[in-house]
């Protein structure tokens, strides 16, 4: 169980390394993009900004 998560953690270190984010944007990013009242909450104008 600890070795699939540490896998898990270093795939998602390395995606936001592909995209030039750090581990906190990426994770921001994934909770406005997955997260249905983000949009909401922010309003489409502000979530269209973020994205």
Do not use: Y
């Not at 995209?19 to 269209?48: I, P, Y």
Request: with cysteine; net charge negative; glycine share 6%.
């Amino acid at each position: 169980m600890l070795q699939s998560k540490a896998k898990q953690m270093k795939t998602e270190h390395e995606r936001g390394q592909a995209l030039g984010l750090r581990d906190d944007e990426l994770a921001f990013c994934d909770v406005v993009c997955h997260n249905d009242s983000s949009v909401m909450e922010l309003g489409d104008d502000v979530h269209k900004r973020i994205h």
